[in-house]
């Protein structure tokens, strides 16, 4: 079997590591991940004729190739499948480990997933994977011990839908402490306050620093009249029900969701035809 296994977190991050060490054994392994932070660039590619920097990182102990793209993750598994695997696509595509959750509707917004649901697009199997951590030195021993497991059981069922790819999300917690693995739907809710005033020491917070995010300093160049502000923002939850993928997390259980890139409402065709939206034009 031939992974392709990409991030958003950049090639350097901790969790992508991880998670070629936990996989290296169920097939031949190639990592294309992002140069830099890409976090919530979802399903982002990098267009617009602009140069796109692509490096050669060699095998690493175990033989699996490394390169990185200075792109998004979606962009990172489009090289993959357009430039790395010539013979045909591979067969498996991994994003993460991501450093904080993607439960609930941070889904939308995902890099990690985007890049799986850009596989997905492409007719390549895909999953996503994060802990409900953002530090860069959180504990993945979990997820390394766990998630081969949880993968083989998703690359075996019998029924693979047409544009589905899988979003699992571990809880930040000791392993002897998780309850078990919960199939669950994406959570709702949205962020408030979002805006805040630049404060660089968020990188030393999550253990970062600001190359990491591909900044050559934390002094910001501005013109004349312009603030500089990050995105933070407070978490407001609107699901009540202990399926939503990000209660299961909180409950201490292992979240998988299915999702897929045609997010068309089925439900609601026959009730906007009902209610008069379609009409002819004269000719």
């Known amino acids: 079997m031939k992974i392709l296994v990409t991030n958003d977190d950049g090639y350097t991050a901790e969790g992508i590591k991880v998670l070629v ?6 097939g031949e392994v190639t990592v294309i991940a992002p140069k830099y932070h890409q976090s919530g660039m979802a399903m982002a590619v ?12 060699g095998l690493d102990e175990n033989g699996v190739r490394w390169i990185y793209l200075d792109g998004t993750p979606a962009s990172c598994v489009k090289f993959g499948i357009d430039n790395i695997f010539t013979d045909g696509k591979p ?14 509707t941070a889904a939308c917004y995902s890099g990690t997933l985007g890049a799986a649901q850009e596989a997905a697009i492409n007719g390549v199997p895909a999953v996503g994977v994060s ?13 390394e011990k766990l998630f081969p497991n949880i993968l083989k059981r998703i690359i075996a069922l019998p029924q693979m839908k047409k544009g589905s790819y899988f979003n699992v999300n571990f809880p930040n917690i000791a392993i002897d402490k998780i309850k078990g693995v919960r199939v669950g ?38 013109e004349a009249g312009e603030s500089v502000y990050m995105m933070v923002g407070n978490f407001v939850d609107e699901s009540t029900d202990a399926d939503a993928d990000h209660h299961l997390v909180r409950a201490g259980y292992i979240s998988i969701v299915e999702h897929n890139f045609d997010n068309t409402d089925y439900s609601r065709i026959p009730y906007l035809k009902e209610a008069g939206i379609e009409c002819d034009y004269s000719l």
């Open 21 to 26: 060490r936990a996989v290296s054994s169920l």
């Open 46 to 57: 990098s267009m617009g004729f602009k140069p796109i920097a692509v490096k050669e990182l």
């Open 91 to 104: 067969d498996l595509v991994l994003s993460g480990i991501n450093h904080g959750s993607n439960a609930a």
């Open 131 to 143: 802990l409900d951590s953002m530090k860069m030195d959180s504990d993945f021993s979990a997820v």
């Open 185 to 222: 739907h994406m959570g709702r809710g949205h962020w408030e306050k979002e805006f805040t005033d630049w404060n660089p020491e968020f990188f030393s917070k999550f253990g970062m620093d600001h190359s990491h995010y591909g900044l050559k300093s934390t002094e910001v160049e501005t």
